[in-house]
């Protein structure tokens, strides 16, 4: 089947420090590629995507690559704000097996000042 | 409003009660999607509909569970008999697109169920 595995959380990073979050994934096609960001009190948005193996998705200083060698599209920022502090999601989607998103469980990232 | 909006945001069961959850998606959007986020997980799939026609409810856990969207806009979750285990956010996305191809959905910020 179709999965996404990321990091668990919490990441507790002070201001202006380097982000990452891994993510891999397991696909019986070829995916595209999803970061999903959830702010305190809002909807899931959104972030970035990749839709083919090396591509690179970025979004407001955040980017990810799409590495179909290693499975992999893990997120970063060189320096977070602590605005950035939100749930991330990564997620997959196979145009061949429907249309829904499958997610990862969510990394919780808290950015202090 | 310009984006989806969800009723009741807080709903409180008693076990073995029915409840339904209202979804208003993004006005002309075409593709409608339900998901349930239990506690500290991501969000699972339920169902997916493609203007009133439900295409996808290989997600949905038991008979226990319907959904619809008559006129092709609104859409309601019905949960029957409620348990424990659907203790959950429900989490209703809406996309422009047939199929959501570009993978952007516009989600609401949920109906966060506890049957108690």
Known sequence: GNSVTQMEGPVTLSEEAFLTINCTYTATGYPSLFWYVQYPGEGLQLLLKATKADDKGSNKGFEATYRKETTSFHLEKGSVQVSDSAVYFCALK???AGNK???????RVLVKP | GAGVSQSPRYKVAKRGQDVALRCDPI?????????QQALG??????????NEAQLDK???????FFAERPEGSVSTLKIQRTQQEDS??????S??????????????????L???
Do not use: M
């Open chain 2, 41 to 50: 997980q991501g969000p699972e799939f339920l169902t997916y509909f493609q």
């Open chain 2, 58 to 64: 290989s997600g949905l856990p038991s008979d226990r």
């Open chain 2, 95 to 112: 996309s422009l697109e047939r199929g959501a191809n570009t993978g952007e959905l516009f989600f609401g910020e949920g109906s966060r």
């Open chain 2, 114 to 116: 506890t049957v108690l």
């Open chain 1, 94 to 96: 196979i145009k061949a």
């Open chain 1, 101 to 107: 998103l499958t997610f990862g469980g969510g990394t």
């Open chain 2, 88 to 93: 959950a956010v429900y989490l209703c996305a």
């Open chain 2, 27 to 35: 006005s002309g959007h075409v593709s409608l999607f339900w998901y």
